[in-house]
């Protein structure tokens, strides 16, 4: 079965500055995808960014990228020039591709960041 | 406006007291799902469906029931609720499984 690591229960970041949340996976899977999700204090789960496994660029959407090591098996999250809204529970999440495998969504114990003034 | 309702939002509820939450989706979504969140342990699957009429086992089952009768509702059941049940309770529906999960806002509930 599948399983997804964050290592670091918590880590702070002074504003501005840039921080990058760890995540480690473990799969027999060739093809899969990874997706980052951010839960402020309102709970809600919003998507922040994805990664597909069969393709080798790393994914960005705007002060968000991500270090996908595919042999490594490591999909890190970097926020540059942090800001106080960034301040959240983040997840990291693994699935299956749709040809084969389970069709479950499996999640890290997340990492709760805080943004510093 | 795309979403997924989950209700309520807050249920506080004794033990052995039958309860639904409800989850609904208006995006003609096929796969729909729901976790609970408990503090250290991050998101765990309870159960999940393909398509109307086909439900299965997440991680975590036990204690729950679910029905997909429609394509755009997908309702949990706790029969029997006990304590270890009270967490945070998120359904989510995709189109596509390759696709993002779009997420309810969640059900905080509390079992006495």
């Known amino acids: 079965a599948q399983t997804v690591t964050q290592s670091q229960p918590e880590m702070s970041v002074q504003e501005a500055e840039t921080v990058t949340l760890s995540c480690t996976y473990d799969?027999?899977?060739?093809?899969?995808?990874l997706f980052w999700y951010k839960q402020p204090p309102s709970r809600q789960m919003i998507l922040v960014i994805r990664q597909e496994a069969y393709k080798q660029q790393n994914a960005t959407e705007n002060r968000f990228s991500v270090n996908f090591q595919k042999a490594a098996k490591s999909f890190s999250l970097k926020i540059s020039d942090s800001q106080l809204g960034d301040a959240a529970m983040y997840f990291c999440a693994y699935r299956s591709s749709p040809q084969g495998g389970s069709e479950k969504l499996v999640f890290g114990k997340g990492t709760k960041l805080t943004v510093n003034p | 406006e795309a979403q997924v309702t989950q209700n309520p939002r807050y249920l506080i509820t004794v033990t052995g007291k039958k309860l639904t939450v409800t989850c609904s989706q208006n995006m003609n979504h096929e796969y729909m799902s729901w976790y609970r969140q408990d503090p250290g342990l991050g998101l765990r699957q309870i159960y999940y469906?393909?398509?109307?009429?086909?439900?299965d086992k997440g991680d975590v089952p036990e204690g729950y029931k679910v029905s997909r009768k429609e394509k755009r509702n997908f309702p949990l059941i706790l029969e029997s609720p006990s304590p270890n049940q009270t967490s945070l309770y998120f359904c989510?529906?995709?189109?596509?499984?390759?696709?993002?999960?779009?997420f309810g806002n969640g059900t905080r509930l509390t079992v006495t």
């Open positions: 469906s393909m398509n109307v009429e086909v439900t």
């Open positions: 799969t027999s899977e060739s093809d899969y995808y």
């Open positions: 989510a529906s995709t189109y596509r499984l390759n696709s993002p999960l779009h």
